[in-house]
Nanobody, 117 residues
């Protein structure tokens, strides 16, 4: 059974940084596009970033471009999201998801990021 487990969320002050991790198992991680998606309180899902299996193609939402950096370690089956210069509007539940075509087929349980002073 495909598993995706996010970690690294927490409470951080505006301007601070966090690094999220997504540990993947039971599928060929290195062949898979992976996504970061977030959901702010009371709002819908927002795509944040995606990356191809080799890690050489990455795209970001305009709301996070220049502040967030996605990366992956295929030897460790782990996806990362480095988040810098965090803003209160980045507060959300962050999910990683496996890409399938133009969508996603498996999601983790999410990790909460709260940006507040």
């Amino acid at each position: 059974q495909v598993q995706l487990v996010e970690s690294g969320g927490g409470l951080v002050q505006p301007g601070g940084s966090l690094r999220l991790s997504c540990a993947a198992s039971e599928f060929t991680f290195s062949n898979s596009w992976m996504h970061w998606v977030r959901q702010a309180p009371g709002k819908g899902l927002e795509w944040v970033s995606h990356m191809n299996g080799g890690g050489d193609i990455t795209e970001y939402a305009s709301s996070v471009k220049g502040r967030f950096t996605a990366s992956r370690d295929n030897a460790k089956n782990t996806l990362y999201l480095q988040m810098n210069n965090l803003k209160p509007e980045d507060t959300a539940l962050y999910y990683c998801a496996r890409g399938l075509g133009g969508s996603s087929d498996y999601w983790g349980q999410g990790t909460q990021v709260t940006v507040s002073s």
